[in-house]
């Protein structure tokens, strides 16, 4: 019987529980300014053993930042596309900002495409992380857009899989439009995703 590890959905649910979608118990909240600025996401579903170092590059950097723990998602106060393009050239937390680079240039590019669509936001998750993954494990994704219309969400899903690499088609969801995704998306067909899949 196959099944997804949890190793291989940890990102996407931390983004989904992020961005609201999933509910989830409350917890500590790591603050690093005193007032209340308004915040923007910069990497969803860091995982703890990459926290700490993504920490110590944002003090470096001198970049104000709240760490969300139950969510593992770091908010930033500055523009969270330039603080990425640095902290793509550092490692370890090189591929986790690049994700982050790439899921919040996608969302720049949505708000851009479709002004009307209320706080679109990606939320792609790769196999970088597995450790029991399969040969052919492949990325995937979730769109956030509540209010995109169902011609407007296949564009979406093709702008999406053009800008990350090696990300099929099929393994893209849109999640909060006025449609449902087809059944490739359901547990049977040769359409599912593979990511993290394991007998």
């Known amino acids: 019987m196959r099944r997804f590890t949890t190793e291989g959905v940890v990102g996407i649910i931390g983004c989904l529980m992020g961005f609201g979608i999933l509910a989830g118990v409350s917890g500590r909240s790591e603050a690093f300014w005193f007032s209340e600025p308004e915040e923007r996401i910069l990497v969803v579903g860091v995982p703890s053993e990459f926290q700490p170092y993504l920490a110590k590059f944002l003090a470096e950097e001198g970049v104000p930042y709240r760490l969300d723990a139950r969510t593992r998602t770091f908010y930033v106060t500055a523009e969270p596309i330039g603080i ?35 706080d679109p936001r990606v939320c792609l998750a790769f196999p970088d992380y597995i450790r029991d993954k399969q040969p052919d494990a492949e990325p995937i994704a979730f769109i956030l857009a509540r209010g995109l219309s169902k011609s407007a969400a296949e564009e979406a899903k093709l702008l999406v899989a053009e800008t990350v690499s090696g990300l099929p088609l099929k393994n893209i969801a849109v999640v909060g439009a006025d449609w449902r995704p087809g059944p490739a998306y359901g547990s049977g067909g040769e359409g599912r995703t593979r990511i993290a899949r394991r007998d």
Do not use: H, N, S, Y
């Open 84 to 118: 990425l393009e640095k902290a793509q050239k550092v490692r370890p937390i090189d591929t986790i900002a690049r994700r982050g680079l790439l899921e919040r240039r996608l969302e720049k590019e949505f708000r851009r495409r479709w002004p009307k669509v209320e």
